[in-house]
């Protein structure tokens, strides 16, 4: 009989999908790799083979959640209308982080670019383009506001979409305040028209 294989793509998945587990509630302080191994159902040996190591392991981490993530925001598209984009990218960025609440932790918990390498770090920043590029057709077209610049619109914008999605993945909406979904939407359109009240001067 042969060795088993020790870097198949189920396994590869295992040990991220628990290593994203792992991260997402203790910090990558909490990664052990024999623990690790044992709940994926693997050895050590698979860790260092697939990822050489705890580094590599923490950089696959990384760049997979923010893969995942950016084909959630492609999926969106681009329309006529920048501005009903930008609020149907707000939806995809909470839907994104509902359905994978660990990945979402590990991209905007402890882990730096520094952390994960160049290549991880860049597959983290390309997911801000989608909305960057709504904001600037919004200017183009006189929907939105020249000054600030189309950078710092679309940071308070991500902002205003990632406490929302924070304060609910924690559990922190008062009871009172109704539906999350509502609440999200409403905060995210009237977020995008305040910057199109500013265009018109108001």
């Known amino acids: 009989m042969g060795r088993p294989r020790l870097h198949d793509d ?42 050489g190591g705890k580094p590599g392991l923490v950089s696959a981490l990384y760049a997979q959640v923010f893969a995942r993530f950016a084909q ?36 905007f918990g402890e882990l730096s670019p520094d952390d994960v390498g160049r290549h991880a770090a ?25 000054r600030p610049a189309a950078e710092s619109i679309a940071t308070a914008l991500w902002a205003n979409v990632h406490g929302l999605v924070s304060i609910e993945l924690g559990a922190f909406i008062p009871p009172r305040a109704g539906d999350p979904a509502a609440v999200f939407d409403a ?10 009240a500013s265009a018109r001067g108001r």
Do not use: C, I, Q
Request: zero cysteines; aromatic letters at 6%.
């Open 10 to 51: 189920a396994v590869r998945d295992r040990l991220l999908e628990r290593a994203a587990a792992t991260v997402s509630s203790g910090g990558v302080a909490a990664l052990n790799l024999r623990t690790l191994a044992a709940e994926a159902g693997t050895s050590t040996a698979a860790v260092y083979s697939l990822f």
């Open 122 to 146: 860049r597959t983290g920043a390309r997911t801000f383009e989608p909305l960057l590029d709504a904001v600037r057709r919004a200017v183009r077209a006189g929907t939105f506001p020249k």
């Open 187 to 196: 905060a995210v359109r009237a977020n995008v028209a305040g910057w199109a």
């Open 72 to 107: 959630r925001l492609a999926a969106v598209g681009r329309s006529d209308d920048p501005v009903a984009d930008l609020v149907r990218l707000g939806h995809a960025y909470r839907e994104n982080a509902l359905a994978d609440p660990h990945g979402y932790r590990v991209m």
